[in-house]
Every structure is written in structure tokens, then in C-alpha cells.
């Protein structure tokens, strides 16, 4: 059978047409899946820079605006050394 199969295909000789042409398109996919694949690493590297980025900055602004807090409490409270006042009983239970 397998003397038929490539007398078959050299009766209609484009055979080596399609191997090349076959072989241009792998070429071609394999360039496409580099090119996704570099442009997926390069979207990646970005959000991981982004969120750290932002991660930094809200450790910053939380940071700045705690020591913001602590330099407008007052030093000596009159509540007993606790800087929170008492809710109101009867607005937690209506």
C-alpha cells in the first residue's frame, strides 16, 4: 500500500507544495505563540509592577496618615486612657 500512496501523490506532484506550504504555517504559528507568549510575560511583569506599586502606596499613605492621627490626639485623655468614646446603648439595639 505504500507504493500506491506515492505513485498516487507523484501523479499529482503537489505534494511538495503542501509539505511547504504546511511547514510555513507551523513557522508561522510558531511565531504567533512567541509573540503571545512574550506579550503574555510582558502583561504580566506589568500587573505584578502595578499592584506593588500601589501596594506601596497605600502602606505609605496608611502610615502617614496614622502618624497624622497620633499628632492630633491629644497627649493626655480625659476618658480614662482610651481614645474612643462610649456608643450610645439605645442606637445599637433599634
Keep these: 500500500s505504500h507504493s500506491s500512496h506515492w505513485s498516487y501523490s507523484s501523479h499529482h506532484g503537489g505534494d511538495v507544495m503542501r509539505g511547504f506550504h504546511l511547514q510555513k ?34 502602606i505609605t499613605m496608611g502610615k502617614r496618615l496614622s502618624r497624622g492621627f497620633e499628632e492630633e490626639a491629644p497627649v493626655t485623655t480625659t476618658n480614662g486612657g482610651h481614645l474612643y468614646t462610649q456608643a450610645p446603648v439605645d442606637d445599637l439595639h433599634s
Design 25 to 58: 504555517k507551523f513557522d508561522n504559528l510558531k511565531e504567533r505563540a512567541k509573540k503571545v507568549e512574550s506579550h503574555r510575560i510582558t502583561e504580566l511583569l506589568t500587573s505584578f509592577g502595578l499592584g506593588a506599586c500601589s501596594f506601596l502606596v497605600l
